[in-house]
């Protein structure tokens, strides 16, 4: 091989190993750009290059690239769950929903001693 090229990434494989390269680094753009992310977290794209040579021939190589992505996960959804014992003692959950519960008033437990007027605190 006396006139052996330069490795050229670019054009390897047809050049599909540029397009893998060019995908990763599309999600990574859509990652940063997703509100749900973490903003100042960093993101990562390892490229892997694997090569095997043949078991008989040192002349043949298979080579495997890998383009690996490592993002920032979305942010946790929160919500809250109202737990009560239904009339035959069953216990039931709901989610607490403020607008499918209108009108109901949270009272807190310090709250609790002796006659709340609630008609005063609409006022």
Do not use: C
């Amino acid at each position: 091989m006396e006139n052996a090229k330069e490795f050229d990434l670019a054009a390897f494989a047809g050049g599909a190993v540029s397009e893998r390269i060019q995908d990763a680094i599309q999600k990574v753009y859509e990652n940063i750009a997703d509100p749900n992310t973490e903003l100042d977290k960093a993101r990562k794209l390892t490229i892997e290059l694997i090569f095997k040579p043949s078991k008989t021939d040192r002349e043949m190589v298979d080579v495997q690239v890998v383009a690996k992505t490592t993002l920032q996960p979305r942010k946790a959804i929160n919500s809250t769950m109202v737990i009560a014992k239904d009339n035959n003692g069953a216990v039931i959950a709901q989610e607490w929903d403020k607008n499918v519960m209108r009108g109901q008033q949270e009272i807190h437990a310090d709250e609790t001693r002796g006659v709340i007027d609630l008609q005063s605190r609409a006022k």
